[in-house]
């Protein structure tokens, strides 16, 4: 099975930027799709960004033109750059497969004045 290590979170101010990396296991990464997901305290999960095997890439509104999924396959990593935060960008972030499968810790995204 597919675990995640994701890392690269923080405290950050508005307008700021930073770049979540997410570490898989396993063989056959670049067959995967994958996605970048978040959820903040009292909310539902959500997948904000996602990137098929072959590079295409979608972004959920409230994201768009801010943040810009990648892969590295050779690496079997994925990347979320993060630019322009808001505070309603606070969450903890995963990463996982599309569908989803064993979620990993995490890692958490502040931004705050």
């Known amino acids: 099975q597919v675990q995640f290590v994701e890392s690269g979170g923080g405290l950050v101010q508005p307008g700021g930027s930073l770049r979540l990396s997410c570490v898989a296991s396993?063989?056959?990464?670049?067959?995967?799709?994958m996605g970048w997901y978040r959820q903040a305290p009292g909310k539902q999960r959500e997948l904000v960004a996602n990137?098929?095997?072959?590079?295409?890439?979608n972004y959920v509104d409230s994201v768009k033109g801010r943040f810009t999924i990648s892969r590295d396959n050779s690496k079997n990593t994925a990347y979320l750059q993060m630019n322009s935060l808001k505070p309603e960008d606070t969450a903890l972030y995963y990463c996982?497969?599309?569908?989803?499968?064993?979620w990993g810790q995490g890692t958490q995204v502040t931004v705050s004045s």
């Open positions: 996982n497969l599309i569908p989803s499968t064993k």
């Open positions: 396993g063989s056959f990464f670049w067959l995967y799709n």
């Open positions: 990137i098929t095997s072959g590079g295409m890439t």
